[in-house]
């Protein structure tokens, strides 16, 4: 993907059969579904690509084992069969994660482990794992560095772990393979109508050229997420959501040195907690607190911050601090609203809506559904007679660089079969490390810049590469010479590369905790 390519591609159209509105999971998974049905589709985004929610979800593709407990049958049954199809289509990219859980007593040790076959049950055919009781000598052995007087029987079950924001740009990358067209960086600001009132298209603003578009379109779809509001006020409505946020903080792996996860059923706020291995760290998460006004770099509170760390202390022998935290970052769920329900009650499924006007909006969701999501979405633009019928191709559709034979401890497998021209690239001067601590190489920049439309630093660090989210003064550290090496690469002036480098850095402190 190359963006001055893409907008070439945009200046060619008169208009477009699709235009969704937001690049992140959803939006990502609309643009491949369109433009695999062979509608013509155009994707605007007005950040990055996976810049809001979906860079910073817990990596987990899964059911929601919690919703259970609800009797939200059908929501975990569709999530356990999309997490399957992910698995097939994108295997490289993710993870098959053994998950375990600590009872405290006898009957606690049924309740779950009865609760996780029928999990199990779910799932189908393609499960990717089998719910067994462990004992205490068990869980001892696979789980290393928590306080024996909390280990008792338990159970273990099997999810998928991944990484939220390189399975936005591999949807991305297919979605352009099927020859939809996507831009970063393209705010939507307004509506095209026709003579009728009714959305025929947006106006839109390239942010890195400045250069202002009027694009016709067919259907026009909003998957926004949290931010929907603001594309639907456009159109006089309003969203029904209510955003929430999760904090998640990422710590070495001495405090939890092991291959499977924890996940602990019962904290004083009534959610589960996670820690979970995750490049090489461990990922703690999360929290679930109701917000009023949303934000692209939502802030941790102090609260949230000290809740997972004292419910992590209660397991781990090792004390952590806030020292101890190498990066802090926040995530935004976009829930579908209901009365007098707080954010733990409120649904994670989907909501699908058409405005008198004619907007498509798409809300709620998460992740592991935005498959389907966007198969429905599309049906309901057919059903209602916004677009011709075409039949969905998504559900067996493998991704670009699809490999089922990568090997799976392989550094860079989360590029598919591209990680072989990687390779390549790192033989040469591109080999050298962007910060000694890590393996995150030049060639990834390089590859990043050219290959993967980031446009700044921080599209490089935070979401081709993962450091702002692994190690944030570790990214601090090296900002200076990606910068440098980006500014070359674009042949940036001096002032811009200095202007871009220093929002950078106050960006990485925000990941920090400073007392």
């Not at 029987?153 to 393979?177: E, P, V």
């Not at 802090?328 to 809506?353: A, Y």
């Not at 003064?473 to 090296?478: D, L, T, V």
Request: charged content about 25%.
């Amino acid at each position: 993907m190359d963006r001055e390519e893409e907008l070439a591609y945009l200046k060619k159209q008169d208009s477009w059969e699709v235009l969704v509105i937001g690049g992140g999971a959803t939006g990502l998974a609309l643009a491949l579904d369109s433009a695999s049905r062979g509608y013509k589709t155009l994707l605007l985004e007005a950040y990055d690509f996976t810049k809001g929610t979906s860079s910073r979800s817990t990596k987990l593709l899964h059911g929601g084992v919690r919703y259970l407990e609800q009797g939200n049958f059908s929501l975990v049954y569709e999530a356990l069969h999309e997490r399957n199809y992910l698995f097939l289509n994108a295997p490289w990219l993710c993870k098959k994660q053994g998950f375990i859980i600590s009872t405290p007593g006898y009957f606690q040790n049924w309740y779950y482990y009865l609760g996780l076959k029928f999990y199990d049950l779910l799932a189908g055919k393609l499960n990717i794992g089998k719910s067994k009781k462990l004992s205490k000598n068990e869980i001892q052995t696979k789980l290393k560095g928590l306080k024996t007087q909390k280990i008792q029987n338990g159970i273990c079950y099997y999810d998928g772990s991944f990484d939220d924001a390189r399975m936005g740009i591999s949807l991305a990358k297919t979605a352009h393979f099927y020859k939809a067209c996507l831009l970063n960086y393209m705010e939507v600001q307004d509506f095209l109508r026709d003579e009728k009132n009714q959305i025929a298209g947006v106006k839109a603003y390239d942010k890195i050229n400045h250069q202002a578009f009027k694009i016709k379109a067919k259907c026009v779809i909003n998957a926004t997420g949290v931010f929907s509001d603001s594309i639907t006020q456009m159109d006089g409505m309003h969203a029904s959501i209510t955003p929430s946020q999760g904090v998640h903080l990422v710590v070495d792996k001495r405090f939890f040195p092991n291959e499977e996860a924890l996940l602990v059923p019962k904290t004083s706020d009534g959610r589960v907690l996670f820690i979970i291995p995750w490049y090489e760290k461990v990922l703690l998460g999360t929290t679930d607190t109701l917000i009023k006004e949303v934000s692209y770099e939502p802030k941790a509170l102090k609260e949230e911050i000290d809740f997972i760390l004292q419910t992590a202390n209660k397991y781990l022998e090792k004390e952590l601090s806030k020292e101890d935290i190498l990066s802090v970052f926040v995530g935004l769920r976009p829930l579908i609203s209901k009365q007098n329900q707080n954010t733990k009650e409120l649904s994670r499924s989907h909501k699908i809506e058409l405005s008198p006007n004619k907007l498509l909006s798409i809300n709620g969701g998460k992740w592991t559904t935005c498959r389907i999501m966007a198969e429905e979405t599309l049906n309901f633009a057919i059903k209602n007679k916004l677009l011709e019928p075409k039949i969905c191709q998504s559900k067996h559709l493998k991704h670009y660089g699809y490999d089922e034979n990568i090997d799976s401890s392989q550094r860079l497998k989360i590029y598919g079969l591209d990680s072989l021209e990687l390779r390549k690239l790192e033989k040469t001067e591109l080999g050298k490390r962007i910060h000694p601590n890590y393996p995150f190489t030049y060639a990834q920049v390089f590859w990043a810049l050219k290959y993967e439309m980031a446009q700044n630093i921080e599209d490089v660090l935070a979401r081709r590469i993962r450091l702002l989210f692994i190690d944030a003064k570790a990214c601090e550290e090296c900002a200076d010479e990606v910068s440098e090496f980006i500014a070359q690469y674009f042949n940036h002036d001096k002032k811009r590369s200095e202007k871009e480098k220093q929002e950078f850095i106050q960006l990485t402190k925000q990941y920090q905790i400073k007392d």
